[in-house]
T-cell receptor, first 109, second 115 residues
Framework: KNEVEQSPQNLTAQEGEFITINCSYSVGISALHWLQQHPGGGIVSLFMLSSGKKKHGRLIATINIQEKHSSLHITASHPRDSAVYICAVLRDSNYQLIWGAGTKLIIKP | NAGVMQNPRHLVRRRGQEARLRCSPMKGHSHVYWYRQLPEEGLKFMVYLQKENIIDESGMPKERFSAEFPKEGPSILRIQQVVRGDSAAYFC?????????????FGPGTRLTVL
């Protein structure tokens, strides 16, 4: 079993829909990253969080440390949000990021 | 403040040649990480360096791969005698000193194609 599991693997939605991507992990962590990768593109860090909730524009990230679970939400989704969204956890007392497999999101106009 | 810079963005090599990938961390960052993303796969940790020191190279293949981060200049990931299986995107990230658990900032990646 992978240490970081994301769901769904693929998600297609219509413009304007509310999007939720989930991440579960099985190891002790000091923080969790949500990142975005466009096809053939670089990696952009969206959030780094260790507790609670963070919001940036239409993006919201939450984490529940007890349940070892995080969610990334996108409100009023837009075709330009189409990308792969990756969850990565930073282990306790470590610097290595353990990566999820990513969720490929397609938003149709 | 420029972000993490990597060059070249695309690199084509024939089997047996050497590949050199460069990473310039963000200004003020002294921690550098290299990751590899094979086609259709997630990223995998390769190596963690601080200036003039390799801290953890547990993710590096045992042969042909080496990394350095000299006192002056960029970090270099070097692949000798490349093979087709080395074709991948190689990402570099950096983080500030003193707090290595801090957020890592990523470069645009170098896409290596081995013919």
């Amino acid at each position: 079993k992978n240490e970081v599991e994301q769901s769904p693997q693929n998600l297609t939605a219509q413009e304007g829909e509310f999007i939720t991507i989930n991440c579960s992990y099985s190891v002790g962590i000091s923080a969790l990253h949500w990142l975005q990768q466009h096809p053939g593109g670089g990696i952009v860090s969206l959030f780094m969080l260790s507790s609670g909730k963070k919001k940036h524009g239409r993006l919201i990230a939450t984490i529940n440390i007890q349940e070892k679970h995080s969610s990334l939400h996108i409100t009023a989704s837009h075709p330009r949000d189409s990308a792969v969204y990756i969850c990565a956890v930073l282990r306790d007392s470590n610097y290595q990021l353990i990566w999820g497999a990513g969720t490929k999101l397609i938003i149709k106009p | 403040n420029a972000g993490v810079m990597q060059n070249p963005r695309h690199l084509v090599r024939r089997r047996g040649q050497e590949a050199r990938l460069r990473c310039s961390p963000m200004k003020g960052h002294s921690h550098v990480y290299w990751y590899r993303q094979l086609p259709e796969e997630g990223l995998k940790f390769m190596v963690y360096l601080q200036k003039e020191n390799i801290i953890d190279e547990s993710g590096m293949p045992k042969e042909r791969f080496s990394a350095e981060f000299p006192k002056e200049g960029p970090s270099i990931l070097r692949i000798q005698q490349v093979v087709r299986g080395d074709s991948a995107a190689y990402f570099c990230a950096s983080s500030p000193p003193l707090r290595p658990y801090n957020e890592q900032f990523f470069g645009p990646g170098t896409r290596l194609t081995v013919l």
